[in-house]
């Protein structure tokens, strides 16, 4: 059984560029975290998604982020604009069930030139 | 006051020792709890879940849930040099939702 799978495992971008990060779960999994590590601190939770709808984006930053998780095809989280301060470990997280264990990807680490 | 708070680091045992990782959280309504090990530039990586009360055990480690003090603990018995990592410790539950709320971590150091 695959685990999360994320891509691209790096990614770098100039400032003002999109960046697109992808995530998918573990088979069988249907609830989807993201969450953020900036260089020398904790993990931080962005949002939560299921099947097309986005359940708690209280951890997201207002302007732009964004987050899917279509019915078909991987989750994204997508940065517009990209400043320097995006610069960090992005990491996926995928679950079978509400408040359950939480199994993470590999994690996307983007570079903000 | 910090939703989850570990206890600072780094810590440092020797090879065989028991490894002592504390974790204290502030919302009352947290229902689950969970000990992840990150590696040096790697993903967290899930060593425990713990629901009740009481002691878990799973191989060299064992989660303690202390509900009315608000206390979660991690014992690693027999340390290895490879267990050194940071120790990560997660709620569920309450005002956060399903989503994890994450401690600062313990950096463990196992010395041979």
């Known amino acids: 059984n695959a685990g999360v799978m994320q891509n691209p495992r790096h990614l770098v971008r100039r400032r003002g560029q999109e960046a697109r990060l992808r995530c998918s779960p573990m088979k069988g999994h249907s609830h989807v975290y993201w969450y953020r590590q900036l260089p020398e601190e904790g993990l931080k939770f962005m949002v939560y998604?299921?099947?097309?709808?986005?359940?708690?984006e209280s951890g997201m930053p207002k302007e732009r982020f964004s987050a899917e998780f279509p019915k078909e095809g991987p989750s994204i989280l997508r940065i517009q604009q990209v400043v320097r301060g995006d610069s960090a470990a992005y990491f996926c997280a995928s679950s079978p069930r509400l408040d359950n264990e939480q199994f993470f990807g590999p994690g996307t680490r983007l570079t903000v030139l | 006051q910090k939703e989850v708070e570990q206890n600072s680091g780094p810590l440092s045992v020797p090879e065989g020792a028991i490894a002592s990782l504390n974790c204290t959280y502030s919302?009352?309504?947290?229902?689950?709890f969970f000990w992840y090990r990150q590696y040096s530039g790697k993903s967290p990586e899930l060593i425990m879940s713990?629901?009740?009360?009481g002691d878990k055990e799973d191989g060299r480690f064992t989660a303690q849930l202390n509900k009315a003090s608000q206390y979660v603990s991690l014992l690693i018995r027999d340390s290895q040099p490879s267990d050194s990592a940071t120790y990560l410790c997660?709620?569920?539950?309450?005002?956060?939702?399903?989503?994890?709320?994450f401690g600062e971590g313990t950096q463990l150091t196992v010395n041979p």
């Open positions: 998604l299921q099947k097309e709808n986005i359940i708690d």
């Open positions: 919302d009352r309504g947290s229902q689950s």
């Open positions: 713990i629901y009740s009360n």
């Open positions: 997660a709620v569920i539950g309450g005002t956060s939702g399903s989503r994890l709320t």
